[in-house]
Protein backbone atom coordinates (compact mmCIF):
# COMPACT_ATOMS: atom_id res chain seq x y z
CA UNK A 1 0.00 0.00 0.00
CA UNK A 2 1.68 3.27 -1.00
CA UNK A 3 1.64 5.71 1.78
CA UNK A 4 2.56 9.30 1.46
CA UNK A 5 5.38 10.42 3.49
CA UNK A 6 5.67 12.78 6.15
CA UNK A 7 8.49 14.00 8.59
CA UNK A 8 8.80 11.27 11.41
CA UNK A 9 7.81 12.46 15.27
CA UNK A 10 10.67 15.03 16.23
CA UNK A 11 12.89 14.04 19.16
CA UNK A 12 12.91 15.79 22.50
CA UNK A 13 16.08 17.03 22.82
CA UNK A 14 17.51 18.41 26.33
CA UNK A 15 15.63 21.32 27.92
CA UNK A 16 14.55 23.13 30.50
CA UNK A 17 10.92 23.77 31.46
CA UNK A 18 9.94 26.39 33.51
CA UNK A 19 6.65 26.48 35.07
CA UNK A 20 5.13 30.49 35.68
CA UNK A 21 2.55 29.99 38.59
CA UNK A 22 4.77 27.23 40.69
CA UNK A 23 2.43 27.45 43.69
CA UNK A 24 -0.93 27.13 41.69
CA UNK A 25 -3.16 24.13 41.54
CA UNK A 26 -2.18 23.41 38.14
CA UNK A 27 0.92 22.69 39.24
CA UNK A 28 0.32 20.03 41.80
CA UNK A 29 -2.66 18.30 40.25
CA UNK A 30 -1.61 18.07 36.81
CA UNK A 31 1.97 19.37 35.80
CA UNK A 32 4.42 17.92 37.72
CA UNK A 33 2.24 14.35 37.98
CA UNK A 34 2.44 14.65 34.29
CA UNK A 35 6.27 15.38 34.05
CA UNK A 36 7.25 12.77 36.45
CA UNK A 37 5.40 10.08 34.57
CA UNK A 38 6.95 10.94 31.68
CA UNK A 39 10.06 11.06 33.39
CA UNK A 40 9.65 7.59 35.26
CA UNK A 41 8.29 6.00 31.68
CA UNK A 42 11.85 7.53 29.73
CA UNK A 43 10.03 10.27 27.57
CA UNK A 44 11.40 12.81 28.49
CA UNK A 45 14.71 14.33 27.44
CA UNK A 46 17.73 12.59 29.01
CA UNK A 47 18.98 15.72 30.26
CA UNK A 48 16.26 17.21 31.39
CA UNK A 49 15.43 20.41 34.27
CA UNK A 50 12.27 21.34 35.58
CA UNK A 51 11.88 25.27 37.61
CA UNK A 52 9.11 26.48 39.21
CA UNK A 53 8.72 30.19 39.07
CA UNK A 54 6.39 31.66 41.96
CA UNK A 55 6.23 34.84 44.93
CA UNK A 56 6.50 32.28 47.92
CA UNK A 57 10.04 32.10 49.56
CA UNK A 58 11.02 28.44 49.60
CA UNK A 59 14.28 26.42 48.94
CA UNK A 60 14.37 23.60 46.29
CA UNK A 61 14.42 21.28 49.16
CA UNK A 62 11.14 22.52 50.39
CA UNK A 63 9.32 22.71 46.96
CA UNK A 64 10.18 19.00 46.34
CA UNK A 65 8.83 18.14 49.21
CA UNK A 66 5.09 19.82 48.64
CA UNK A 67 5.11 18.23 45.25
CA UNK A 68 6.44 14.85 46.77
CA UNK A 69 2.86 15.15 48.98
CA UNK A 70 0.90 16.13 46.32
CA UNK A 71 2.19 13.01 44.23
CA UNK A 72 0.69 11.07 46.81
CA UNK A 73 -3.12 12.53 46.09
CA UNK A 74 -2.94 13.10 42.42
CA UNK A 75 -0.66 10.49 40.75
CA UNK A 76 -2.45 8.04 38.56
CA UNK A 77 0.33 5.51 39.31
CA UNK A 78 -0.07 4.17 43.58
CA UNK A 79 2.21 3.90 44.88
CA UNK A 80 4.67 6.84 43.99
CA UNK A 81 7.91 4.99 43.26
CA UNK A 82 10.78 6.17 45.39
CA UNK A 83 13.58 5.70 43.57
CA UNK A 84 12.20 7.26 40.63
CA UNK A 85 10.80 10.21 41.91
CA UNK A 86 14.36 10.90 43.92
CA UNK A 87 16.15 10.71 40.82
CA UNK A 88 13.27 13.13 38.71
CA UNK A 89 13.45 15.38 41.97
CA UNK A 90 17.02 15.99 41.90
CA UNK A 91 16.04 17.84 38.36
CA UNK A 92 13.45 20.30 40.26
CA UNK A 93 14.48 23.94 41.15
CA UNK A 94 12.76 26.83 42.66
CA UNK A 95 13.00 30.19 41.26
CA UNK A 96 11.42 32.76 43.88
CA UNK A 97 9.97 36.09 42.11
CA UNK A 98 7.22 37.99 41.43
CA UNK A 99 5.90 37.76 38.30
CA UNK A 100 6.02 41.69 37.67
CA UNK A 101 9.63 42.29 38.85
CA UNK A 102 12.71 42.59 35.95
CA UNK A 103 14.92 40.91 38.91
CA UNK A 104 13.01 37.69 38.80
CA UNK A 105 13.82 37.19 35.27
CA UNK A 106 17.49 38.09 36.17
CA UNK A 107 17.33 35.61 38.83
CA UNK A 108 16.12 32.71 36.55
CA UNK A 109 18.82 33.52 33.66
CA UNK A 110 21.38 33.10 36.43
CA UNK A 111 19.51 29.68 37.61
CA UNK A 112 19.90 28.32 33.46
CA UNK A 113 23.15 29.70 33.11
CA UNK A 114 24.21 27.20 36.32
CA UNK A 115 23.05 24.20 34.32
CA UNK A 116 26.43 22.33 32.69
CA UNK A 117 24.98 21.78 29.64
CA UNK A 118 24.47 24.50 26.80
CA UNK A 119 21.71 23.04 26.06
CA UNK A 120 20.08 23.59 28.81
CA UNK A 121 19.88 27.20 28.91
CA UNK A 122 19.14 27.33 25.03
CA UNK A 123 16.30 25.24 24.90
CA UNK A 124 13.63 26.39 27.14
CA UNK A 125 9.58 25.38 27.09
CA UNK A 126 8.35 28.34 29.59
CA UNK A 127 4.72 27.49 31.08
CA UNK A 128 2.48 30.24 31.74
CA UNK A 129 0.42 28.67 34.57
CA UNK A 130 -0.86 32.51 35.81
CA UNK A 131 -3.79 34.38 35.48
CA UNK A 132 -4.72 35.19 32.19
CA UNK A 133 -3.88 39.12 32.23
CA UNK A 134 -0.39 38.19 32.71
CA UNK A 135 0.22 36.02 29.74
CA UNK A 136 1.50 38.95 28.02
CA UNK A 137 3.31 40.72 30.90
CA UNK A 138 5.66 37.66 31.35
CA UNK A 139 6.15 37.36 27.60
CA UNK A 140 7.53 40.67 27.60
CA UNK A 141 9.72 40.48 30.54
CA UNK A 142 11.33 37.25 29.22
CA UNK A 143 11.74 38.91 25.60
CA UNK A 144 13.46 41.95 27.86
CA UNK A 145 15.47 39.60 29.81
CA UNK A 146 17.19 37.83 27.05
CA UNK A 147 15.22 34.80 27.81
CA UNK A 148 12.89 34.12 24.82
CA UNK A 149 14.16 35.58 21.33
CA UNK A 150 12.02 35.17 18.39
CA UNK A 151 14.45 33.52 16.17
CA UNK A 152 17.27 32.46 18.89
CA UNK A 153 20.96 31.42 17.57
CA UNK A 154 20.73 28.47 18.91
CA UNK A 155 18.33 26.01 20.25
CA UNK A 156 14.80 27.27 20.74
CA UNK A 157 12.23 28.60 23.05
CA UNK A 158 8.42 27.89 23.45
CA UNK A 159 5.66 29.47 25.64
CA UNK A 160 2.63 26.80 27.04
CA UNK A 161 -0.03 29.32 27.34
CA UNK A 162 -3.37 28.24 29.07
CA UNK A 163 -6.94 28.86 28.86
CA UNK A 164 -9.06 31.02 28.84
CA UNK A 165 -7.37 33.04 25.69
CA UNK A 166 -9.30 35.88 25.75
CA UNK A 167 -12.77 36.44 26.83
CA UNK A 168 -14.42 37.83 23.37
CA UNK A 169 -13.15 38.24 19.69
CA UNK A 170 -11.53 41.52 20.75
CA UNK A 171 -9.59 40.58 23.61
CA UNK A 172 -8.64 37.63 21.93
CA UNK A 173 -7.06 39.56 18.81
CA UNK A 174 -5.16 41.98 21.66
CA UNK A 175 -3.76 39.28 23.11
CA UNK A 176 -2.43 37.59 20.39
CA UNK A 177 -1.07 40.56 19.08
CA UNK A 178 0.79 41.43 22.33
CA UNK A 179 2.16 38.16 22.16
CA UNK A 180 3.30 38.47 18.66
CA UNK A 181 5.20 41.15 19.45
CA UNK A 182 7.39 39.12 21.90
CA UNK A 183 7.25 36.01 19.88
CA UNK A 184 6.45 34.18 16.61
CA UNK A 185 3.43 32.04 16.01
CA UNK A 186 5.67 28.83 15.87
CA UNK A 187 6.83 29.27 19.52
CA UNK A 188 2.93 30.15 21.07
CA UNK A 189 1.19 26.73 21.45
CA UNK A 190 -2.04 27.53 23.19
CA UNK A 191 -3.56 24.44 25.44
CA UNK A 192 -6.68 22.67 25.41
CA UNK A 193 -6.03 19.91 27.98
CA UNK A 194 -9.30 18.28 26.14
CA UNK A 195 -7.43 17.67 22.60
CA UNK A 196 -4.66 15.48 24.47
CA UNK A 197 -7.23 12.80 25.65
CA UNK A 198 -6.40 9.04 23.80
CA UNK A 199 -9.81 9.02 22.47
CA UNK A 200 -9.69 12.72 20.73
CA UNK A 201 -6.91 11.86 19.26
CA UNK A 202 -8.16 8.77 17.88
CA UNK A 203 -11.03 10.33 16.04
CA UNK A 204 -8.54 11.30 13.10
CA UNK A 205 -7.51 7.36 13.04
CA UNK A 206 -11.05 5.90 13.39
CA UNK A 207 -12.43 8.44 10.64
CA UNK A 208 -9.51 8.39 8.58
CA UNK A 209 -8.21 4.57 8.98
CA UNK A 210 -11.60 3.37 8.06
CA UNK A 211 -12.92 2.82 4.98
CA UNK A 212 -16.11 1.64 6.08
CA UNK A 213 -16.91 4.80 8.50
CA UNK A 214 -15.39 7.66 6.45
CA UNK A 215 -17.47 6.33 3.52
CA UNK A 216 -20.82 7.20 5.73
CA UNK A 217 -19.90 10.34 6.97
CA UNK A 218 -21.63 12.60 5.61
CA UNK A 219 -24.58 14.25 4.77
CA UNK A 220 -26.67 11.24 2.59
CA UNK A 221 -26.02 9.62 5.41
CA UNK A 222 -26.12 11.36 8.65
CA UNK A 223 -29.33 12.39 10.21
CA UNK A 224 -27.83 14.98 13.19
CA UNK A 225 -24.69 14.54 15.16
CA UNK A 226 -24.77 15.40 18.89
CA UNK A 227 -21.86 16.70 20.71
CA UNK A 228 -22.50 16.37 24.70
CA UNK A 229 -19.73 17.41 27.40
CA UNK A 230 -21.76 16.78 31.00
CA UNK A 231 -20.47 17.42 34.52
CA UNK A 232 -21.72 16.43 37.85
CA UNK A 233 -20.49 18.99 40.09
CA UNK A 234 -21.55 22.48 40.73
CA UNK A 235 -19.11 25.24 40.54
CA UNK A 236 -17.67 24.64 44.08
CA UNK A 237 -14.81 26.71 44.66
CA UNK A 238 -14.99 28.65 41.27
CA UNK A 239 -17.61 30.72 41.36
CA UNK A 240 -16.08 33.79 40.88
CA UNK A 241 -14.33 32.48 38.15
CA UNK A 242 -17.81 31.93 36.28
CA UNK A 243 -19.34 34.58 37.30
CA UNK A 244 -16.81 36.03 34.45
CA UNK A 245 -16.83 33.46 32.03
CA UNK A 246 -20.19 31.07 31.81
CA UNK A 247 -20.53 27.95 30.26
CA UNK A 248 -20.01 29.30 26.91
CA UNK A 249 -16.76 30.88 27.52
CA UNK A 250 -15.58 27.85 29.94
CA UNK A 251 -16.55 24.90 27.68
CA UNK A 252 -18.10 25.73 23.90
CA UNK A 253 -15.36 27.89 22.74
CA UNK A 254 -12.30 25.97 23.52
CA UNK A 255 -13.61 21.67 24.03
CA UNK A 256 -16.55 21.76 22.32
CA UNK A 257 -15.86 23.13 19.11
CA UNK A 258 -12.24 21.87 18.65
CA UNK A 259 -13.57 18.36 19.45
CA UNK A 260 -16.50 19.35 16.66
CA UNK A 261 -13.81 20.40 14.23
CA UNK A 262 -12.26 17.30 14.32
CA UNK A 263 -15.59 15.44 13.72
CA UNK A 264 -16.19 17.43 11.00
CA UNK A 265 -13.16 18.28 9.15
CA UNK A 266 -11.80 16.98 5.55
CA UNK A 267 -8.80 14.84 5.00
CA UNK A 268 -5.37 16.54 5.66
CA UNK A 269 -2.72 15.96 2.48
CA UNK A 270 -0.58 15.10 5.75
CA UNK A 271 -0.23 14.46 9.36
CA UNK A 272 2.07 17.90 9.72
CA UNK A 273 0.23 19.99 12.29
CA UNK A 274 -0.14 22.79 9.85
CA UNK A 275 -1.81 20.57 7.91
CA UNK A 276 -4.42 18.96 10.14
CA UNK A 277 -4.70 22.72 11.55
CA UNK A 278 -5.31 23.89 8.32
CA UNK A 279 -8.22 21.78 8.20
CA UNK A 280 -9.94 22.03 11.48
CA UNK A 281 -9.69 25.92 10.77
CA UNK A 282 -11.68 24.97 7.61
CA UNK A 283 -14.32 23.71 9.39
CA UNK A 284 -14.94 26.23 11.89
CA UNK A 285 -15.13 28.74 9.03
CA UNK A 286 -17.81 27.15 7.38
CA UNK A 287 -19.81 26.97 10.64
CA UNK A 288 -22.84 29.36 9.41
CA UNK A 289 -22.80 32.42 12.04
CA UNK A 290 -25.84 33.06 14.27
CA UNK A 291 -27.68 36.08 13.01
CA UNK A 292 -28.89 38.70 16.14
CA UNK A 293 -32.25 36.95 15.31
CA UNK A 294 -31.24 33.86 15.18
CA UNK A 295 -29.67 33.25 18.33
CA UNK A 296 -33.06 32.75 20.49
CA UNK A 297 -33.78 29.90 18.24
CA UNK A 298 -30.72 27.95 18.09
CA UNK A 299 -28.83 28.44 21.07
CA UNK A 300 -30.11 27.40 24.67
CA UNK A 301 -28.77 28.48 28.00
CA UNK A 302 -29.59 27.28 31.70
CA UNK A 303 -28.92 27.87 35.04
CA UNK A 304 -29.23 25.23 37.89
CA UNK A 305 -31.14 25.80 40.75
CA UNK A 306 -31.14 23.32 44.11
CA UNK A 307 -31.11 19.55 43.63
CA UNK A 308 -29.94 16.01 44.32
CA UNK A 309 -27.23 14.74 43.01
CA UNK A 310 -26.37 11.11 43.69
CA UNK A 311 -28.71 11.48 46.55
CA UNK A 312 -26.81 14.50 48.25
CA UNK A 313 -28.49 17.63 48.69
CA UNK A 314 -27.01 20.56 45.86
CA UNK A 315 -27.25 24.43 46.89
CA UNK A 316 -28.46 26.11 43.30
CA UNK A 317 -25.76 27.97 41.58
CA UNK A 318 -27.46 31.55 43.25
CA UNK A 319 -26.31 30.01 46.74
CA UNK A 320 -22.70 29.33 45.50
CA UNK A 321 -19.52 31.23 46.89
CA UNK A 322 -18.44 33.96 44.99
CA UNK A 323 -21.65 34.13 43.08
CA UNK A 324 -23.83 37.26 42.64
CA UNK A 325 -27.86 35.83 44.19
CA UNK A 326 -29.25 37.63 41.10
CA UNK A 327 -26.81 35.98 38.50
CA UNK A 328 -27.63 35.42 35.15
CA UNK A 329 -24.79 33.14 34.27
CA UNK A 330 -25.19 30.21 32.04
CA UNK A 331 -24.12 26.82 33.82
CA UNK A 332 -26.10 25.14 30.80
CA UNK A 333 -25.25 25.99 27.51
CA UNK A 334 -26.65 24.02 23.77
CA UNK A 335 -26.87 25.43 20.54
CA UNK A 336 -27.93 24.14 16.80
CA UNK A 337 -25.38 24.38 14.05
CA UNK A 338 -25.03 24.18 10.61
CA UNK A 339 -21.46 23.61 8.48
CA UNK A 340 -21.82 25.04 5.29
CA UNK A 341 -19.65 22.87 2.73
CA UNK A 342 -20.18 20.15 0.92
CA UNK A 343 -19.84 17.21 2.94
CA UNK A 344 -22.30 18.41 6.04
CA UNK A 345 -24.48 20.74 4.04
CA UNK A 346 -28.05 20.41 6.12
CA UNK A 347 -26.66 18.63 8.57
CA UNK A 348 -27.72 19.71 12.22
CA UNK A 349 -24.71 19.65 15.00
CA UNK A 350 -26.06 19.98 18.47
CA UNK A 351 -23.45 21.08 21.05
CA UNK A 352 -24.64 20.40 24.59
CA UNK A 353 -22.91 20.91 28.21
CA UNK A 354 -24.06 21.79 31.49
CA UNK A 355 -23.41 21.14 35.32
CA UNK A 356 -24.95 19.48 38.07
CA UNK A 357 -25.97 16.55 35.34
CA UNK A 358 -26.91 13.02 36.35
CA UNK A 359 -23.44 11.81 34.97
CA UNK A 360 -19.80 13.03 34.13
CA UNK A 361 -19.60 12.16 30.28
CA UNK A 362 -18.31 13.49 27.32
CA UNK A 363 -19.78 11.58 24.29
CA UNK A 364 -20.29 12.80 20.28
CA UNK A 365 -23.37 10.82 18.98
CA UNK A 366 -23.20 10.29 14.87
CA UNK A 367 -27.13 9.38 13.93
CA UNK A 368 -27.62 7.87 10.67
CA UNK A 369 -30.84 8.39 8.84
CA UNK A 370 -33.50 5.99 9.24
CA UNK A 371 -34.04 3.35 6.36
CA UNK A 372 -36.78 5.03 3.79
CA UNK A 373 -39.48 2.40 4.53
CA UNK A 374 -39.61 -0.41 7.23
CA UNK A 375 -39.86 -4.09 6.12
CA UNK A 376 -41.20 -5.53 9.30
CA UNK A 377 -43.65 -3.27 10.60
CA UNK A 378 -46.37 -4.78 9.83
CA UNK A 379 -44.90 -7.94 11.76
CA UNK A 380 -43.08 -6.39 14.55
CA UNK A 381 -44.39 -5.09 17.51
CA UNK A 382 -41.20 -2.13 17.44
CA UNK A 383 -40.54 0.09 15.40
CA UNK A 384 -36.73 0.03 14.45
CA UNK A 385 -34.50 2.85 15.58
CA UNK A 386 -31.84 4.71 13.48
CA UNK A 387 -28.24 3.33 13.74
CA UNK A 388 -25.90 4.94 15.45
CA UNK A 389 -22.09 5.04 16.07
CA UNK A 390 -20.92 6.93 19.31
CA UNK A 391 -17.80 7.99 20.76
CA UNK A 392 -17.00 7.89 24.33
CA UNK A 393 -14.50 10.28 25.85
CA UNK A 394 -14.42 9.86 29.07
CA UNK A 395 -14.86 8.28 31.41
CA UNK A 396 -14.34 4.25 30.10
CA UNK A 397 -13.59 5.78 26.64
CA UNK A 398 -14.53 3.41 23.80
CA UNK A 399 -16.78 3.35 20.69
CA UNK A 400 -20.20 1.84 20.29
CA UNK A 401 -22.66 0.92 17.32
CA UNK A 402 -26.31 0.97 17.48
CA UNK A 403 -28.11 -1.17 15.13
CA UNK A 404 -31.61 -3.47 15.45
CA UNK A 405 -31.14 -7.75 15.60
CA UNK A 406 -33.39 -9.86 15.49
CA UNK A 407 -35.26 -10.89 19.32
CA UNK A 408 -34.36 -14.59 19.20
CA UNK A 409 -37.34 -16.65 19.30
CA UNK A 410 -40.62 -18.04 16.96
CA UNK A 411 -42.11 -14.47 16.47
CA UNK A 412 -40.38 -11.80 14.43
CA UNK A 413 -39.07 -9.18 17.16
CA UNK A 414 -36.82 -6.42 16.70
CA UNK A 415 -34.70 -4.59 19.43
CA UNK A 416 -31.52 -2.59 19.09
CA UNK A 417 -27.94 -3.82 20.04
CA UNK A 418 -24.70 -2.46 20.89
CA UNK A 419 -21.26 -3.40 19.59
CA UNK A 420 -19.05 -1.92 21.81
CA UNK A 421 -15.42 -1.34 21.88
CA UNK A 422 -13.61 -0.40 25.18
CA UNK A 423 -9.67 1.07 25.09
CA UNK A 424 -9.40 -0.64 28.87
CA UNK A 425 -10.18 -4.34 27.59
CA UNK A 426 -8.53 -3.88 24.11
CA UNK A 427 -4.97 -2.34 25.31
CA UNK A 428 -5.34 -2.45 28.95
CA UNK A 429 -5.85 0.04 31.77
CA UNK A 430 -2.72 2.09 30.91
CA UNK A 431 -4.27 5.78 29.57
CA UNK A 432 -1.72 8.44 29.63
CA UNK A 433 -2.99 11.43 31.51
CA UNK A 434 -3.83 14.69 28.77
CA UNK A 435 -0.82 17.22 30.39
CA UNK A 436 1.25 14.06 29.30
CA UNK A 437 0.94 13.94 25.82
CA UNK A 438 0.31 17.76 25.56
CA UNK A 439 3.63 18.15 27.52
CA UNK A 440 5.47 16.12 25.88
CA UNK A 441 4.78 17.70 22.28
CA UNK A 442 5.27 20.75 23.54
CA UNK A 443 9.08 19.57 24.11
CA UNK A 444 9.16 18.22 20.80
CA UNK A 445 8.26 21.08 19.01
CA UNK A 446 4.54 19.20 18.13
CA UNK A 447 2.17 21.87 17.71
CA UNK A 448 -0.87 19.06 16.58
CA UNK A 449 -3.12 19.25 19.31
CA UNK A 450 -2.39 22.84 20.41
CA UNK A 451 -4.56 25.82 19.00
CA UNK A 452 -3.31 28.08 16.62
CA UNK A 453 -4.36 31.52 16.73
CA UNK A 454 -6.94 32.03 13.48
CA UNK A 455 -8.49 28.96 15.32
CA UNK A 456 -8.76 30.54 18.85
CA UNK A 457 -10.64 34.36 16.42
CA UNK A 458 -12.77 31.85 14.20
CA UNK A 459 -13.97 30.39 17.58
CA UNK A 460 -15.20 33.48 19.06
CA UNK A 461 -16.53 35.40 16.03
CA UNK A 462 -18.99 32.46 16.38
CA UNK A 463 -19.70 32.75 19.89
CA UNK A 464 -19.61 36.29 21.02
CA UNK A 465 -23.34 36.95 18.65
CA UNK A 466 -24.74 34.79 21.30
CA UNK A 467 -23.34 36.27 24.69
CA UNK A 468 -24.37 39.65 23.28
CA UNK A 469 -27.68 38.26 22.56
CA UNK A 470 -27.90 36.77 26.35
CA UNK A 471 -25.95 39.65 28.27
CA UNK A 472 -29.15 41.63 26.75
CA UNK A 473 -31.44 39.22 28.34
CA UNK A 474 -32.41 38.01 31.82
CA UNK A 475 -33.14 34.09 32.74
CA UNK A 476 -36.52 32.84 32.13
CA UNK A 477 -38.66 30.11 33.99
CA UNK A 478 -37.48 27.77 30.91
CA UNK A 479 -34.11 28.14 30.96
CA UNK A 480 -34.07 27.05 34.84
CA UNK A 481 -33.04 23.11 35.91
CA UNK A 482 -32.85 21.30 38.75
CA UNK A 483 -29.60 20.15 39.09
CA UNK A 484 -28.97 16.46 38.95
CA UNK A 485 -31.39 16.57 35.94
CA UNK A 486 -30.28 16.89 32.21
CA UNK A 487 -31.24 20.60 31.81
CA UNK A 488 -33.41 23.25 31.05
CA UNK A 489 -36.90 22.41 28.80
CA UNK A 490 -35.91 25.14 26.65
CA UNK A 491 -33.29 22.48 25.29
CA UNK A 492 -35.75 19.51 24.95
CA UNK A 493 -37.45 22.17 23.00
CA UNK A 494 -34.48 23.07 20.93
CA UNK A 495 -34.42 19.50 19.19
CA UNK A 496 -37.87 18.92 19.41
CA UNK A 497 -38.74 21.70 16.83
CA UNK A 498 -36.50 19.33 14.42
CA UNK A 499 -38.00 16.22 15.54
CA UNK A 500 -34.94 14.90 17.28
CA UNK A 501 -34.34 14.52 20.96
CA UNK A 502 -31.13 14.26 22.88
CA UNK A 503 -29.84 10.81 23.66
CA UNK A 504 -28.25 11.10 27.27
CA UNK A 505 -25.17 9.55 27.92
CA UNK A 506 -25.12 6.51 30.23
CA UNK A 507 -22.92 4.62 32.40
CA UNK A 508 -20.82 2.51 30.09
CA UNK A 509 -18.25 -0.74 31.52
Known amino acids: MACREHPPRKIAEPCSIVIFGASGDLTARKLIPA ?6 D ?4 RECRVIGVARRDKTDEAWRAELRADLDKYSRTQPVDEQVWTAFAANVHYCRGDLTDDATYRSLQTLL ?3 GNPALRQNVLFYLATQPSQFAEVAGRLQAGDLLHKDPASGWQRMVIEKPFGHDLASAQDLNAQLLRHAREGQLYRIDHFLGKETVQNILMFRFGNAI ?7 DAVDHVQLTVSEKSGVGQRGGYYEEAGALRDMVQNHLLQVLSLIGMEPPASLNPEDIRDEKVKLLKSI ?3 KPEEVGRSAVRGQYFAGIVEGKPQPGYRQEAKVRPESHVET ?3 MRLFIDNWRWSGVPFYLRTGKCLPLGASEVRIQFRATPHILFAAVCEETANPNALTLRLQ ?6 LRFNGKVPGSNLGIRPVRMHFSYDSEFGAYTPEAYERLLLDAVAGDATLFIRRDEVETAWSLLDPIREHWDQRGLTNREFYAA ?8 EELLARDGHAWRDPQPMT
Do not use: D, V
Not at 484 to 491: E, L, R, S, V
Open 35 to 40: LYHLFK
Open 42 to 45: AHLP
Open 113 to 115: ASF
Open 213 to 219: FERLWHR
Open 288 to 290: RPL
Open 332 to 334: YAA
Open 395 to 400: PNEGIS
Open 484 to 491: GTWGPAAA
